[in-house]
């Protein structure tokens, strides 16, 4: 996987993974193309688009568009899988989730994907697990502001 | 300083902004203050103002100068403040900045760290977007953390190590011996990542590829676990165990089986027992199957796989979801050199995805119908593509058109049944997109022409001479064809003086237009009188039968042999011709070409032309040369006619060709109202130079004053603008603006020019570059170019340093 993008119906980015090194402008360039490109897809049409050498893979849940770019090997079928799983981690992260969710906790989001997802490919296939580290991390976190008695952000 | 304001603060207030004027305020206000505050070197904050700032490039806003900040907390003890800061070093930094290096260091201690979840942040930031200068560095410790027996730190080992060989591809070596027992874990986390790390090693390196072979048979077992083991809670997707898991496998698998007999019948079974067990009522299962069936057509399997593989396929094809079908097809089209007879079997639903409403998925049928087509359904078949040419939207109808005209090539019966479809199936509005297709592609120049020869070849004795006339003739009164159809018409007309037999007939009908208002038909007619007058002997030689042009692989001929008849025919009145101008002319053509049995060709020697409805396939057809030479000359590089008077040096130059015929009119600009047309002339006897007439016509209401038309070549050419005729280019067609273009062309490369037209209309000032690539390949044989201005001034060639398709031109051509 080179990139996962979420964005709104609107297309406002609301979380946005790098798996490759590129520049900043050619980052908004692929961000700007895709929310076009995704937005302009009708109803009722397959989930997989072709943009240059890349499969575009994407899927809308309630508000959000999850859309990743994949290399040609890649098993498309298989990369909505990984957009659902991603779904549903948050979901029981936050309990049914919903997009305001990710706008107000967008770092919670990145750390949910960074224990899914590293360098484009999946490093845990089990949800308990992920959940289990994600919530230990928080822990670590949370004892550290117990003992500073400020809210760390 | 009171205590900045937290995130959610931030962004709540942020989105109340109304506009994007108010949001950037907001911003500024709110990065004026954290700017300030990472000066104050404020500790118990910067974890929360970074955390704004990159909420706010999220946005789209600048952050970079939180850059440094994020290295700070990275090297800060706070498992808050390293959780934000290695989120924010994924984000802000990347290679190209010089302060990503100085997080190696840090990472080198967390990746030390007791905790492993600050390992788990160091390994995790190493591996999404290290640089080679730090995966060299760091290397070693990964390779470390790759053996520990910690299955939380081992996986993201050895997604990281996958990270350093992309990176660094020399280290690839080092990371063998951790790889010894990787598969023998039973966590998954670990498994899967394993999987992707051998993965990495084999795609990269052969010997590691046939050192892994022997990881097969484990492979296989871990795959059968997994089928065959109960319900696990854990793992479960949809009633399938680690779907992630076995797809991984799956393609592992097909790397280690490709090309190797012993590892490919290893596998067989077990891809069998996959492709017959996998449940498909959902995607997960049907993404299982999807990689089997790839790892099967891709290794060394046995026949009865790749049919049960192809069939998978086909229930594939058959599925109500979209993306199945489409995945489906794109496997199909990859199988089908190989796997032909196979693929065959599934036509019908393929031909059937046509009528997708999809457009990925009308696409993938599309190119797989053409694979598929061969001698025995291209009948069928191209029922089908023509019917689909029909219907489809015109971004498909280019790509259509050539892929049938490509398909129908062999067979002789499909050319017939081809172009009488055509006739029949191929509406108006498509045909000049076909047409233009055949004429920017030499190569199908020679396909088509050659086609139609063919066809032609059976049908001659049934039609009569004086049928073949009055159609000619009908052609000429008719008040649907063009000029440019009438042209043709003439010239088949007097092609046919020597085949014919009622000679006069043809005189007289010549002699008439010598007096036509159009300027094109005259001369056509005069100089064939003027053929039958004075050059009467020579005639029958240089109206003789054009040669076809055989097929190549290069571009056009290369080889030209002298043809059959070929004649003109009944019009098929079937098709009521009730459209506009172009589709009518295309409507001839087809009229000419389709119905019964007859499917007979214009013969004109009008040498081809893009841009143009209607009369192109009969240009393909007039850019054989006349005589039976040998001349190895691609079909549309006709060169340039001379006068009369240099019949006498008779070679194998389609003399006789261009006197009259001339080279047809283009379209060169159109927009707006706005109509610019070129047309060709060869006034004089230097063979390098030709003369372009812009004719400007304005179809809007309001006149378009200061009107000025300027033109840039490429620097081998020479152009000169005469002056206009005048620059008020009439409202509603009354009138036409007429300049004229000298080119010089010593070099005969292929023109191509930018024009800029400015003019005033209704008042305000209109400007615009076009580029005119769209060239008859005659006009430009020998054609000078050069740059002007409408003044006739000279400009120098530095303003147009050649003919870039970038913007760069724009921009010299703005100075002008």
Redesign the interface.
Known sequence: MHFLLLFSRQGK????K??L???ERER?KIVKDMTTMVLARKP???????WKDLKIVYKRYASLYFCCGLES?D????A???LH?YVELLDKYFGNVCELDI??N??KA??IL?EFL??G?????????IAK?VE??DM??ET??EY?S???? | MPAPI???EL??TI?TARTQAEEREMIQKECAAIRSSFREEDN?YR??NV??L??MH???YPAHFGQLECLKLIASQ???DK??GY?GAM?LL???QDVHLLMTNCIKNDLNHS?Q?VQ?LA??TL???G?SEMCRDLAGEVEKLLKTSNS?LR??AA??A??VI?KVPELMEMFLPATKNLLSEKN??VL??SV?LLTEMCERSPDMLSHFRKLVPQLVRILKNLIMSGYSP??D?SGIS????Q?RIL?LLRILGKGDDDSSEAMNDILAQVATNTETSK??G??IL??TV?TIMDIKSESGLRVLAINILGRFLLNND??????ALTSLLKTVQTDHNAVQRHRSTIVDCLKD?????KRRAMELSFALVNGNNIRGMMKELLYFLDSCDPEFKADCASGIFLAAENPFESLQTFTLEAGSYVRDDSVPNLIQLITNSVEMHAYTVQRLYKALLDDISQVTEDEVLDVLEGLLVSNLSTPVTRGYSLTAIMKLSTRFSSVNRIKKVVSIYGSSIDVELQQRAVEYNALFKKYDHMRPALLERMPIMEKTATNGPAEIQTNGETDSTILDTKHPPNITQPASQANDLLDLLGGNDVVPVIQTTVPTKPASAGGELLDLLGDLSLTGGPTPTPAPSVPISQPPFLLDGLTSQPLFNDIAAGIPPMTAYNKNGLKIEFTFERSNPNPNIAVITIHATNSTEADMTEFVFQAAVPKTFQLQLLSPSSNVVPALNQGSVTQVIRVLNPQKQQLRMRIKLTYTHKGSPVQDLAEVNNFPPQSWQSLPWGCMGSSGIFLTQSRVDGMKTDDDDDDDLQRQ
Not at chain 1, 75 to 78: D, R, T, W
Not at chain 2, 322 to 327: E, G, Q, S
Not at chain 2, 357 to 361: F, G, R, T
């Open positions: 980015l609301r979380l946005q790098w798996f090194p590129l520049p908004k009722r049409t397959c989930n997989f688009l072709h090997q098993n498309e079928l298989l909505l899988e990984i799983r706008i107000f967008f770092e990145y750390f960074d590293m360098g490919e999946i490093q845990e296939t089990s949800k308990l697990s580290s230990a991390s670590l976190q550290m502001e500073m400020k809210p760390a952000f | 937290r995130l959610r962004i709540r989105r118990t974890c929360r955390a704004k990159l909420y999220m946005l789209g706070k498992f808050t959780r934000i989120l984000l990347d290679e190209r905790t979840y788990g390994l995790c591996g999404c977007m640089s939380y996986k993201k997604l990281c996958v990270h992309r998954h986390g899967h990542t992707v854990e793992h997707v680690d779907p992630f898991l797809v393609r995607n997960v049907n993404a999807y990689e790839l979209k993306n199945i079908r489409y995945v409403l999809d457009v990925s998925i």
